[in-house]
């Protein structure tokens, strides 16, 4: 790996230098061949059994300056002033082919100077789940960190029981988190809130230099990304299950995938995480969220944005609006397409909301039910029909959107070959993933993690051989929580 480190020539108090502690049998269990390539990764004469040296933290890679970040952040809207890697440590940046710059991150890596009481391991399932998670994303063309290799390390971790522990390498624009930015801002360190925001510019937003103020200028960048962001989302019924600022990437991506899952039947208020009791982090409260976390960046941020601090505060609001603005427009912009509409008429919203409130009421599958109308367009609804309790109500529902679609003049065919391209067959359903952990977990059987991530790669197809990660769970199947295994 070609190392320039950039976070690292950052001064002192921006992160802890550490070794990752080694691990007593590293082996690994995936190592992402295609995006290793994308990173430059020279791969000649590597075999096995040193990728999984290096991917436990057993071999430290030629120019990585291993480093854990520090930060701060609200988890579940309390403020915490310093949080940091504490089971994580970066290696260092690369450049990958397209000339971006990419950290490489391992996670369950040991403890560092911020891992308070934590451990600073990760369980094997939980890793397992990231991979997973992750690498759907990227084929849903959704930003996202990466996953680059999972290893076991022969260890087992302490939870509520004792596990088998893993290292998971993940990819990331960046780790700037939120939570960063807070971390100087709860010090009153103005420098370094400086420095990093300099920092972020340059990587992520390089044009903002250009506006007549740079810093709110990024501020509406990162505004506008997570806006994008959630958005995409809730259109593939994803929860991220803890939007905690510290959990807030600034590049845009989606990044900390603990307790995270996408919703199998269909309800706006849907929370899976086992530590969300409030509904915080629900499906629909994502964009709320996201836009409350946005004003904690705000907040930070005054000191650059404007030497008035009421001229700050109205430059923020106005960012704060903006998002507030675009969020639905966005939104129903990505649920046209979904409905396989090109143009904008005006009764779509209720149109939508129709169709939303048909399918909370019968509790259908939320990915079925979209995949299943592309199909309607070509005159083949009764896949999608028979999804709904009331089918006298779907049926003049479907009357509606037809009627709608003849507008545009477009071919039955043409119409459902564009939503098939935004409404995915295959998304990690979490019955799935949790019979992928439970294989390796017990049975030390990796066969179906592989397989899974097979069936993710491309998740706008229907490929017979993987009809069953397309299917909904049976009843006794379906996951009712999910866990962040930390
Ligand atoms: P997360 O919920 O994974 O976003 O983590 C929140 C915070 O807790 C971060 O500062 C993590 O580094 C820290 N943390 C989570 N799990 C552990 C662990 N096993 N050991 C040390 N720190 C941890
Ligand atoms: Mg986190």
């Given at each position: 790996m070609q190392f320039d480190n950039s976070y690292a020539r950052l001064?002192?108090?921006?992160s802890a230098a550490v070794l990752p502690t080694p691990v007593k049998a590293p082996r690994l269990i995936a190592f992402n061949r295609a995006l290793a390539d994308e990173l430059g990764i020279d791969l000649d004469g590597v075999d096995d059994e040193r990728l999984a040296a290096i991917f436990s933290g057993n071999a430290v890679p030629q120019g990585a300056e291993p480093l854990a970040m520090a930060y701060a952040g609200h988890q579940f809207g309390n403020f915490v002033p310093q949080l940091g890697d504490g089971r994580a440590v970066l290696l260092g940046e690369v450049l990958d082919r397209k000339g971006g710059r990419r950290d490489i991150q391992l996670k369950g890596s040991g403890p560092t100077r911020f891992s308070r009481r934590g451990d600073g391991r990760a369980a094997l399932g939980p890793v397992l789940r990231e991979y997973i998670v992750s690498e759907a994303m990227f084929a849903l063309g959704i930003p996202a960190t990466r996953a680059l290799a999972a290893v076991t390390t022969g260890e087992r971790v302490q939870r509520e029981i004792g596990l088998p522990g893993g290292v998971f390498t993940r990819v990331a624009a960046?780790?700037?988190?939120v939570g960063t930015f807070q971390f100087f801002a709860a010090r009153e360190d103005g420098e370094g809130l400086k420095t990093l925001a300099d920092h972020v510019i340059d990587r992520?937003?390089?044009?903002?230099?250009?506006?007549?103020r740079p810093y709110l200028a990024m501020l509406q960048a990162i505004a506008e990304r997570q806006c994008d962001l959630v958005c995409r989302w809730l259109m593939v019924g994803f929860i991220h299950g803890v939007m905690n600022t510290d959990n807030m990437a600034v590049s845009g991506e989606t990044i900390d995938f603990g307790p995270c899952a996408f919703m199998?039947?269909?309800?706006?208020?849907k929370v899976f995480s086992s530590i969300d009791a409030q509904g915080r982090y629900a499906y629909n409260n994502q964009p709320g969220i996201a836009q409350w976390n946005i004003a904690r960046l705000a907040e930070c941020l005054l000191p650059l944005l404007d030497e008035d601090q009421d001229k700050a505060v109205d430059l923020a609001n106005s960012v704060l609006a903006d998002f507030a603005k675009a969020f639905p427009k966005r939104w129903l912009a990505g649920i046209r397409a979904k409905l396989g509409l090109a143009s904008e008429a005006e009764g779509d919203e209720q149109l939508v909301q129709d169709l939303l409130a048909l399918m909370q009421r019968s509790e259908v599958d939320y990915t079925l039910t979209f995949r299943s109308l592309c199909s309607a367009a070509q005159g083949k609804a009764e896949a999608f029909r028979g999804m709904f309790i009331d089918i006298a109500a779907a049926d003049e529902w479907l009357k509606r959107w037809q009627a709608r679609s003849a507008q545009?003049?477009?071919?039955g065919d043409e119409q459902a070959k564009a939503m098939r391209a935004v409404n995915p067959a295959v998304i990690p359903r979490n019955h799935r993933i949790e019979e992928v952990i439970a294989a390796a977990v017990?049975?030390?059987?990796f066969e179906p993690f592989h397989e899974m991530v097979k069936a993710i790669a491309r998740p706008f197809e229907e490929r017979p051989d993987y009809a069953v990660y397309m299917q909904a769970p049976m009843n006794h199947e379906r996951v009712f929580r999910t866990f962040c295994g930390t």
């Amino acid at each position: 790996m070609q190392f320039d480190n950039s976070y690292a020539r950052l001064p002192e108090r921006f992160s802890a230098a550490v070794l990752p502690t080694p691990v007593k049998a590293p082996r690994l269990i995936a190592f992402n061949r295609a995006l290793a390539d994308e990173l430059g990764i020279d791969l000649d004469g590597v075999d096995d059994e040193r990728l999984a040296a290096i991917f436990s933290g057993n071999a430290v890679p030629q120019g990585a300056e291993p480093l854990a970040m520090a930060y701060a952040g609200h988890q579940f809207g309390n403020f915490v002033p310093q949080l940091g890697d504490g089971r994580a440590v970066l290696l260092g940046e690369v450049l990958d082919r397209k000339g971006g710059r990419r950290d490489i991150q391992l996670k369950g890596s040991g403890p560092t100077r911020f891992s308070r009481r934590g451990d600073g391991r990760a369980a094997l399932g939980p890793v397992l789940r990231e991979y997973i998670v992750s690498e759907a994303m990227f084929a849903l063309g959704i930003p996202a960190t990466r996953a680059l290799a999972a290893v076991t390390t022969g260890e087992r971790v302490q939870r509520e029981i004792g596990l088998p522990g893993g290292v998971f390498t993940r990819v990331a624009a960046s780790h700037v988190r939120v939570g960063t930015f807070q971390f100087f801002a709860a010090r009153e360190d103005g420098e370094g809130l400086k420095t990093l925001a300099d920092h972020v510019i340059d990587r992520h937003y390089p044009e903002a230099r250009q506006a007549g103020r740079p810093y709110l200028a990024m501020l509406q960048a990162i505004a506008e990304r997570q806006c994008d962001l959630v958005c995409r989302w809730l259109m593939v019924g994803f929860i991220h299950g803890v939007m905690n600022t510290d959990n807030m990437a600034v590049s845009g991506e989606t990044i900390d995938f603990g307790p995270c899952a996408f919703m199998d039947e269909y309800h706006p208020n849907k929370v899976f995480s086992s530590i969300d009791a409030q509904g915080r982090y629900a499906y629909n409260n994502q964009p709320g969220i996201a836009q409350w976390n946005i004003a904690r960046l705000a907040e930070c941020l005054l000191p650059l944005l404007d030497e008035d601090q009421d001229k700050a505060v109205d430059l923020a609001n106005s960012v704060l609006a903006d998002f507030a603005k675009a969020f639905p427009k966005r939104w129903l912009a990505g649920i046209r397409a979904k409905l396989g509409l090109a143009s904008e008429a005006e009764g779509d919203e209720q149109l939508v909301q129709d169709l939303l409130a048909l399918m909370q009421r019968s509790e259908v599958d939320y990915t079925l039910t979209f995949r299943s109308l592309c199909s309607a367009a070509q005159g083949k609804a009764e896949a999608f029909r028979g999804m709904f309790i009331d089918i006298a109500a779907a049926d003049e529902w479907l009357k509606r959107w037809q009627a709608r679609s003849a507008q545009e003049g477009r071919s039955g065919d043409e119409q459902a070959k564009a939503m098939r391209a935004v409404n995915p067959a295959v998304i990690p359903r979490n019955h799935r993933i949790e019979e992928v952990i439970a294989a390796a977990v017990e049975d030390d059987d990796f066969e179906p993690f592989h397989e899974m991530v097979k069936a993710i790669a491309r998740p706008f197809e229907e490929r017979p051989d993987y009809a069953v990660y397309m299917q909904a769970p049976m009843n006794h199947e379906r996951v009712f929580r999910t866990f962040c295994g930390t």
